[in-house]
């Protein structure tokens, strides 16, 4: 390894020699000419002239300078790519089912606080002239009693006045409650007018004989009166008539009675009638 290292340094000398020869010869032919003097004639070179000459860098080739090589791109690392991943199926959005509103049962139809379910039901209202200053009142009653019906049940509505007069719903007859029943009926109550005297002997038989479609006979009777001017057969008690005429039309009646402001005589007379058949007995004084 030393003796070809001292080659190449032999050789190195020996080129370099060569060239400081070469540029001595050019000196000599070119650079090395006498200087013209201003006069025309030529001047002996000086050595200051040689100087410059041998201190001008040696003029060579220019090497041709290749490029370097294009550095290799560093790889990236492959991108690690997720998972597509299928759309998520959400099932269709559900709503609860709407609540069921569960209606309260409904009330019993109730007059004058007393209530009843009976299938057949009717009204004895009395309208004479003692009455002045509480129609309103028993028109009031009558017709939220009437409103609260099934159309299942049966009734019908007398007003009794001007001793043997008599108005009544239905023709007569115990009428089922549909809402055209009852539409009649409230325009019977609302155009009756008060006058005459107490005579509820006839509008209590007529509440026995009525009867629905079926031919089924009254099963409660609501008998309101203000006790005035009650008829008495001579030698027969008003109660023990009204008991008489029950067990012959109607013997499983109920009576109810509800005296507005009656002395105590006709209370115990109403208070009668009422206990026998297995009502109950109201007195309204205010």
Not at 21 to 46: C, I, K, N, R, W
Not at 186 to 192: A, G, P, Q, W
Request: net charge neutral; aromatic share 6%.
């Amino acid at each position: 390894m030393t003796k070809r290292r001292a080659k190449i340094s032999t050789a190195a000398a020996g080129g370099s020699a060569i060239a400081h020869l070469l540029l001595l010869g050019a000196f000599a032919a070119v650079s090395l000419q006498p200087a013209e003097t201003p006069d025309g004639t030529l001047g002996a070179v000086s050595v200051q002239q040689i100087q410059q000459v041998i201190e001008q860098p040696l003029i060579t080739e220019k090497p041709e300078i290749k490029p370097p090589p294009p550095e290799p791109e560093p790889q990236k690392a492959p991108q690690q790519t997720k998972p597509v991943q299928p759309p998520v199926q959400t099932p269709p959005k559900s709503y609860p089912a709407p609540k069921t509103v569960s209606s309260s049962p409904r009330q019993d139809a109730s007059f004058f606080g007393n209530k009843t379910a009976a299938q057949n039901i009717c009204f004895v209202v009395d309208c004479s002239g003692s009455m002045y200053g509480r129609l309103g009142m028993i028109q009031r009653q009558l017709k939220s009693c009437i409103a609260a019906l099934f159309d299942t049940q049966s009734f019908c509505v007398i007003f009794f006045m001007d001793g043997n007069s008599l108005l009544e719903t239905g023709s007569g007859t115990l009428m089922p409650a549909t809402g055209q029943a009852k539409s009649e009926a409230f325009t019977l109550i609302d155009s009756v007018h008060l006058g005459g005297q107490t005579n509820a002997l006839q509008a209590l038989q007529r509440a026995m004989q009525l009867r629905d479609r079926r031919g089924r006979a009254v099963q409660v009777v609501y008998f309101l009166t203000d006790g005035f001017d009650l008829s008495e057969t001579p030698g027969q008690p008003f109660d023990t008539q009204i008991q008489t005429i029950r067990k012959s039309c109607a013997p499983g009646a109920v009576i109810h009675t509800i005296g507005l402001w009656v002395s105590e005589q006709d209370q115990q007379r109403l208070k009668q009638i009422a206990e026998m058949t297995g009502g109950t007995f109201l007195h309204i004084d205010n």
